[in-house]
């Protein structure tokens, strides 16, 4: 977290909500009372975030639509997302999310 005086995180977008960095992170940012915003391919796999009050945006990095308007009213994003696997997935998708989707995400 952004320690410098006078930068408060009111609100933020995670994205790898569902992996064991975003967990962790939003956790953190819910002990701070940060409004969290989250991204996840999977939204069944979150009614625990969406029982503490987390809102959950369904999507992809892969998906460039996905970020026009869930960034709305965020003032601070984590991106904590990636492809991982071995090394027999086709190199497309690690390019496609890891590579693109941050490009995406940044833009």
């Given at each position: 977290m ?7 995180v009111k609100?933020?977008?995670?994205t790898?909500?569902t992996?064991f960095?975003?967990?962790h992170?939003?956790d953190?940012?819910l ?5 969290v915003r ?6 069944a796999r979150?009614?625990q975030?969406?029982?503490?009050g987390?809102e959950?945006?369904?999507g992809?990095?892969?998906e460039?639509?996905v970020?026009?308007n869930c960034?709305?009213?965020?003032d601070?994003?984590f ?7 071995p090394?027999?997935l086709p190199?497309?998708l690690?390019?496609s999310?890891n ?8 833009r």
């Amino acid at each position: 977290m952004d320690k410098q005086p006078g930068r408060i995180v009111k609100s933020a977008f995670v994205t790898g909500a569902t992996g064991f960095v975003g967990l962790h992170l939003i956790d953190s940012l819910l002990n701070r009372n940060v409004q969290v915003r989250a991204l996840t391919r999977d939204i069944a796999r979150c009614n625990q975030l969406r029982d503490r009050g987390v809102e959950l945006v369904c999507g992809d990095l892969s998906e460039p639509q996905v970020f026009e308007n869930c960034l709305q009213g965020i003032d601070t994003v984590f991106h904590t997302a990636a492809i991982m696997g071995p090394p027999t997935l086709p190199w497309e998708l690690f390019r496609s999310v890891n590579a693109d989707g941050t490009r995406s995400l940044m833009r």
